[in-house]
T-cell receptor, first 114, second 112 residues
Framework: DAGITQSPRYKITETGRQVTLMCHQTWSHSYMFWYRQDLGHGLRLIYYSAAADITDKGEVPDGYVVSRSKTENFPLTLESATRSQTSVYFC?????????????FGSGTQLSVL | GNSVTQMEGPVTLSEEAFLTINCTYTATGYPSLFWYVQYPGEGLQLLLKATKADDKGSNKGFEATYRKETTSFHLEKGSVQVSDSAVYFCALVHSGTYKYIFGTGTRLKVLA
């Protein structure tokens, strides 16, 4: 199906474990983003990517790693999970044309770190 | 720096009531302004946008006007429905930067 998909939908892990959240889009959008959503903070940008092999830090990048070897995939890795990383994570993509800044969101991954 | 401030929720209304959700922003230059909506268990989706001063964005009966003089982008709807129950996010982005600044979200609950 066309669109942007995230997996898993729910994940429970333990402190110190490595976790990877997957994101796949079928539109060939150049820009992709990872946000975390926390009560009282709204959405905060973790990392973004302008194209394959081009990534940059957002507002809250500490403890996270991203890669983008292919345009359609943008995985987010928590190298050593901490309780403060319990959150809902959203992947999004966007076209590159001026005025095309509309974000297309996945359905989210709810992560609990115990 | 750039920021977006939304009214605290939750907002609880009866069906067919008038809705206003306030949003003000701080930004240099002339950002584009957006309202996104998040239904339960889903990701955000664009509701409406405005790209310059005095523009009015509208969609599904919702409206918001880009007010440069008051740095505001308040969301309104004349008659809400139960199906409008969701969380609404105000956001801004400067053209070409793709770095959105989101407000904290306002939860709307509409009672039948």
């Amino acid at each position: 199906d066309a669109g942007i998909t995230q997996s898993p939908r729910y994940k429970i892990t333990e402190t110190g474990r490595q976790v990877t959240l997957m994101c796949h889009q079928t539109w060939s959008h150049s820009y992709m983003f990872w946000y975390r959503q926390d009560l009282g903070h709204g959405l905060r940008l973790i990392y973004y990517s302008a194209a394959a092999d081009i990534t940059d830090k957002g507002e809250v990048p500490d403890g996270y790693v991203v890669s983008r070897s292919k345009t359609e995939n943008f995985p987010l890795t928590l190298e050593s999970a901490t309780r403060s990383q319990t959150s809902v994570y959203f992947c999004a993509s966007s076209e590159t044309r001026v005025g095309g800044e509309k974000l297309f969101f996945g359905s989210g991954t709810q992560l609990s770190v115990l | 720096g750039n920021s977006v401030t939304q009214m605290e929720g939750p907002v609880t209304l009866s069906e067919e009531a008038f809705l206003t959700i306030n949003c003000t922003y701080t930004a240099t230059g002339y950002p584009s302004l957006f309202w996104y909506v998040q239904y339960p268990g889903e990701g955000l989706q664009l509701l409406l946008k405005a790209t310059k001063a005095d523009d009015k964005g509208s969609n599904k009966g919702f409206e918001a006007t880009y007010r440069k003089e008051t740095t505001s982008f308040h969301l309104e709807k004349g008659s809400v429905q139960v199906s409008d129950s969701a969380v609404y996010f105000c956001a801004l982005v400067h053209s070409g930067t793709y770095k959105y600044i989101f407000g904290t979200g306002t939860r709307l609950k509409v009672l039948a």
